[in-house]
Every structure is written in C-alpha cells, then in structure tokens.
C-alpha cells in the first residue's frame, strides 16, 4: 500500500470548514483513499472514502486531485465534537488490512 | 445489532501472565482483525482472518496467537505477556474483500502488564 503523510496537528474554529491535507503520491491505480476518525483513544470511526472522483456524504467530502497524489477531507462546519485524530489511508483492492499511520490530531475551538 | 464487541475493556496483568481478549460481531463479516495502539501512536495489525478456519499475520504477531472457528469470533490469546504488549488493543471487522467495504471497529481493550 501507498505511504501516506499528514500534518501532525492542525485547528479550527468552530462554525468554520476544517480542511486536512494527505499526501499519497506513490498511490497507484488500484488504490482508493479512506478517511477514519479516532476521537478520544474510542475505536477509529469511518468516515469516507473514493477512488478517482470527489466524494460527499452526511459527514464530510473527499477531494483527490486530478493525478491521484494527494487528498484533503473537508468537514464543512466543524463543531466540538469533531475534535479527533484523523487518518488518512490508501489501500489496495483485496488487501486485508489498513495500515494506519500517526494521523492529524484536530482541534476544534470555540 | 450490537456491532463488534470486545472484552473485557481494561485488564492488568502480570509479566509471563496468559489471557485472551474476546471479540464478537453480529454483522456476518468474512473478515476479522486485531490491532494495538501504543500511545501517541497509530494502530498496527498483528493478525487477521479472512473467515472461519483461516487466519494470517500481519505486521506486529510475535506474542500473540489467533483462531477463528466460527464467522462471529476472533479472540486473541497471550500467552506468556510481557510489558512490551502493554498498549490498546482494537478488533475490526468488515464484510468482504472489495476494497470499498468499510471496516467497522470495536471499543478497545486497554491492557497493563506490569
């Protein structure tokens, strides 16, 4: 699987969009991009994932750049609660595990 | 449904201690794994099963020994602990092989070997 680099630590203003950049530029092709969430030592929590194209859901949106090498996991209006550390991972089809590096810690403020 | 569920959530043990943490899950998940999380760190497989019978290693085994004799179960067994295994321990499951199928995780088990 694609290595993947993140900010150590980042913080945003409650209210506000929360943008967090990956960097996966040996992914290749077969490779999709996940995003997890691991807020306060719970067990890491899904959040979304793509291939190619940007991809919405309830949570958040995924943005990949048109050459596959980097991403960024967009919370539209963070709150509070969304203070967590997030992962980004890059991962094979039918590869059977997820490798997690140490992630961006998030800090929401008031 | 419940999820997946782990036990116990905290455990101390003694160096040369054995134990087994348990884990179930109720969704019919092929796929089944165990991770650690040291602090301040990322989690690190140390074993996973693709469905009943057959179980493989992943980046950190050494210590740790698994079975799966049924689709819901995948303890994970210690067997003579050491304080270097000191750390979180996470089970996952997720539904199949396709690489979009989301990977659901347990609460953690945290463990102390003194």
């Known amino acids: 699987d694609a290595k993947t680099t993140q900010p150590p630590s980042m913080d945003c203003a409650e209210g506000r969009a929360a943008n967090l950049p990956c960097n996966h530029s040996?992914?290749?092709?077969?490779?999709?991009v996940y995003w997890y969430r691991q807020i306060h030592s719970q067990g890491p929590q899904y959040i979304i994932h793509?291939?190619?194209n940007n991809e919405t859901n309830e949570m958040a949106s995924l943005i990949i750049t048109e050459d596959r090498k980097s991403s960024t996991l967009i919370l539209p209006h963070a709150t509070l609660r969304d203070t967590a550390v997030y992962y980004c991972?890059?991962?094979?089809?039918?590869?059977?595990?997820?490798?997690f590096g140490a992630g961006t810690r998030l800090t929401v403020k008031p | 449904n419940a999820g997946v569920t782990q036990t116990p959530k905290f455990q101390v043990l003694k160096t040369g201690q054995s134990m087994t943490l348990q884990c179930a899950q109720d969704?019919?998940?092929?796929?089944m794994s165990w991770y650690r999380q040291d602090p301040g760190m990322g989690l690190r497989l140390i074993h996973y099963?693709?469905?009943?019978?057959?179980?493989d290693q992943g980046e950190v085994p050494n210590g740790y020994n698994v079975s799966r004799s049924t689709t819901e179960d995948f303890p994970l067994r210690l067997l003579s602990a050491a304080p270097s295994q000191t750390s979180v321990y996470f089970c996952?499951?997720?539904?199949?092989?396709?690489?979009?199928?989301?990977?659901?995780f347990g609460p953690g088990t945290r463990l102390l070997v003194l």
């Open positions: 969704m019919n998940h092929e796929y």
């Open positions: 099963s693709v469905g009943a019978g057959i179980t």
């Open positions: 996952a499951s997720r539904r199949g092989r396709a690489v979009q199928e989301t990977q659901y």
């Open positions: 793509g291939l190619k």
């Open positions: 991972i890059v991962r094979a089809y039918n590869n059977n595990d997820m490798r």
């Open positions: 040996t992914i290749s092709g077969n490779e999709y």
